[in-house]
């Protein structure tokens, strides 16, 4: 959970006045490990919060879309080395945009052969 910068400074004065963390923790809605560490980082002078998140995307979607659209047949190897990245890379930017690459089998199976031959011979 982040916490404001504000919540932050107001939990650290409290802490710097009365000097009790549980009972900081208690009124503050905080953990006494989260104030530890803010006390921490205020003495490095960096309270501000962390921004979390994702990393931005190598592949952009509406490129890649595009270039299946264009491309229905080429492989996940053809598709790296067009937008310059792995294999892997561009899987999951195909699962992040829900498009699936599957391919058909060259070779039909020997059920099936079977059944072709039989109906050839009547």
């Known amino acids: ?7 932050r400074e107001k939990a650290l004065n409290y802490i710097a006045n009365v000097g009790n963390r549980k009972e900081a923790s ?5 953990s006494v ?31 890649l ?3 299946i659209q264009d491309h229905p047949d080429s492989y996940l190897r053809e598709i790296a080395a067009v937008f310059n990245t792995t294999v892997q ?10 498009v699936t690459l599957k ?12 059944n072709e031959r039989s109906l050839k011979k009547n």
């Open 65 to 67: 879309k595009k270039y």
């Open 89 to 98: 890379a561009v899987f999951y930017a195909c699962k992040r945009i829900k």
């Open 26 to 30: 208690r009124i503050f809605g905080v």
């Open 33 to 63: 490990s989260a104030l530890a560490n803010w006390l921490s980082r205020q003495k490095r002078h960096d309270l501000a919060p962390k921004m979390n998140g994702s990393k931005p995307s190598k592949i952009d979607n509406d490129k």
């Open 103 to 114: 391919k058909k089998p060259l070779t039909i199976k020997k059920g099936t052969r079977k």
């Open 1 to 7: 959970m982040v916490y404001s910068l504000d919540l």
